[in-house]
């Protein structure tokens, strides 16, 4: 009779134990891509940005972004075009799908600016004009923040960052500034 209740007792432990190594969340096992929309930056700024991401292993991943601003109607700085590659490094237990995040970046960028010029006349009337400048750099910078996955293989994320651009950088430059910023709240998916 002992040895019967104890090759049940080892049984029960036995399931018990493989139920909980099988609570593994789909996401973790064998999906490794990830495609995302930033709707921040569709709301806010009027501008399509889109990335991929390819997960490398439990704590890491990498991935690019484009990202291309439609809004026309500018009077400072914008950066109308950039491609993104980034790293990303995950502070979580988990399979790099939910948690705190540190990502270094490469941003090669485009930036627009308008420049007014006022022109007096002879009789004194005033005309102005506007030109578009446009310059092109690489910028490196780092960012924070954090994933979220579903059990449904739905991803969100919030991300800030700043980057600093590093050729083409005059002390009289038109442009305010050599900083690049990364940011948004994203929504994708995982596959």
Known sequence: MKKITF???LCIVTITKAQKNKEVYPQDLNKKHELKINVFNLVALSSVNASYERLINKDASFGFDVFYNTNNNF???LRK???????RWFFSEKFATRGFFVEGFGMLNTQEA???NNFTDDLGNITSNSTIKERTDFALGIAVGGKFVTKKNFVAEVFIG????LFN???DDFFDTNLVSRGGISLGYRF
């Not at 075009?81 to 790293?87: K, V």
């Not at 700043?162 to 651009?165: F, I, V």
């Open 7 to 9: 090759l049940i007792l």
């Open 75 to 77: 009077d400072d700085d």
């Open 81 to 87: 075009y950039s491609l993104t590659s980034y790293y």
């Open 114 to 116: 308008k420049e007014y």
């Open 162 to 165: 700043l980057g600093r651009n």
């Open 169 to 171: 950088i005059k002390p």
